[in-house]
């Protein structure tokens, strides 16, 4: 049986810890083994074991790097999810034997004569989307670099999680807008911010719930009391289980100025959310052929009139939602991602696949 070891030693829960284990399931359902190696305590490990998968994990990078010296020739292929990870495949490579994929989230410009060379090491280079594609081929000169998009799965609402998240909040059958994004610098959280501003001098019956965390919380938190939006624009902090959540969301709104796909798109795209985005990076790619609204990156008056339009019921809205959909059901389902990668992997082990 073909063995894939899956690796990421990330601390948190976001959206490339969710695909590990939905590219593991994938693996499972046409009957190739995986297993997954990841840091000890993590909530990546406790998915992992619970979707029943076999997890070696560790406190330290030193177990990594032990158990890909002794156990990592038992494996066709090892996986790193992350840059940081795939250092420690290549450099273990020797004693492993097994082909390397490495698979880029991010659309951040790299550089460095150590990372260029590690990436020589490296079996195959997967990208999430063209323009992190683009980015990588800049970068290395490789031009064998393959886009394998993310998953996206339907979650059913989880009743009492909404009722929960909803309890404390002064909706009073307002219209709920929302979205899921990182408090940092390229999320453009202060952009989201100017944007709904707008919005509130035109209507007063929505409120606007951001999830997510990250270093600029504090001045995010400022800027919202200095725009007296506190009564409109709830900052909901990170929810684990967000895909459980967006049901709620009359319109789903991102405004990246740097973004490596949007899965969170995705995720609105499959809960029939009419979706405004900014053209940053994967997002322009997500958005094309009438799926939403796409505006400029740091445009907060369009992307305040795209929202507008959205709640009026413009008449595309019902195009975006089934356009949406149906780009998200075929081209980003379970089925249609890990046949992507099972021809990858044909064409990597011929002599053993």
Known sequence: MLKVLELNFEKGWRGGERQVVYCMQGFRNVGISSHLVCRKSSPLEFAALKA????????????VVFFL??????????????????????????????KVIY???????QKGFFTKLKYSFTDKIIAISEAIQETLISFSGRNDIEVITDIVVKNE?????????????????RRIIGTTSALTGEKDPFTMIEAIKKLSETRDDFVFLHFGSGD????IRKKIIEYKLDKIYFLMGFEENMEAVFPVFEVFVISSIQEGLGSSVLDAFMNHIPV??????????????????????????????????????DPRRE??????FNYANHYHSMVYITDKYINLLKGILKNSY
């Open 216 to 219: 600029l919380q504090e001045s």
């Open 103 to 109: 698979t880029r989230r991010v659309n951040f410009k």
């Open 52 to 63: 029943g998968f076999t997890v070696n994990s560790y406190n330290s990078i030193f177990g």
């Open 69 to 98: 010296i002794t156990k990592g020739k038992n494996f066709n292929c090892i996986h790193a999810q992350t840059s940081h990870i795939l250092t420690y495949c290549v450099f273990t490579k020797l004693f492993h034997r097994a």
């Open 276 to 313: 405004v985005s900014t053209n940053a990076g994967g997002l322009k790619n997500l958005l094309a052929e009438d799926r939403g609204i796409l505006v400029e990156v740091t445009d907060s008056s369009s992307i305040a009139a795209g929202i507008n339009r959205l709640l009026n019921n």
């Open 157 to 173: 609402p989880v009743e009492k999680l909404i009722s929960k998240i909803l309890s404390n909040l002064p909706i009073n059958k």
């Open 319 to 324: 195009i975006y939602i089934q356009n949406g």
